[in-house]
């Protein structure tokens, strides 16, 4: 049984930032990969930023070079640092792992709102 519990959410407005914390608990053998994905109203859910055990990162587009994701492997903990927030950016984060050799596991979720 793993548990994710996700951290960090909240109202911000335009241009500020946010910073996600992640931890990962419970029957961890290894963890492959880590990362965040988003959900916005009327919207499926989207990739916004993975990182594998040995520190490769993948990004969506949309989120190049505002956001920054990284990892303590040690921990099982997952981090994504939004700056430059748009309100496009409003979704609810959901912190997503996949432990050897496939097995998936998600967080409940937490709500970012970019507002004025």
């Known amino acids: 049984q793993v548990q994710l519990v996700e951290s960090g959410g909240g109202l911000v407005q335009p241009g500020g930032s946010l910073r996600l914390s992640c931890a990962a608990s419970?029957?961890?053998?290894?963890?492959?990969?880590m990362g965040w994905y988003r959900q916005a109203p009327g919207k499926e859910r989207e990739l916004v930023a993975t990182i594998t055990s040995g520190g490769f990162t993948n990004y969506a587009d949309f989120v190049k070079g505002r956001f920054t994701i990284s990892r303590d492997n040690a921990k099982n903990t997952v981090y994504l640092q939004m700056n430059s927030l748009k309100p496009e950016d409003t979704a609810v984060y959901y912190c997503h792992a996949r432990l050897w050799p496939t097995y998936d596991y998600w967080g409940q979720g937490t709500q970012v709102t970019v507002s004025s």
């Open positions: 419970g029957r961890i053998f290894r963890v492959n990969a």
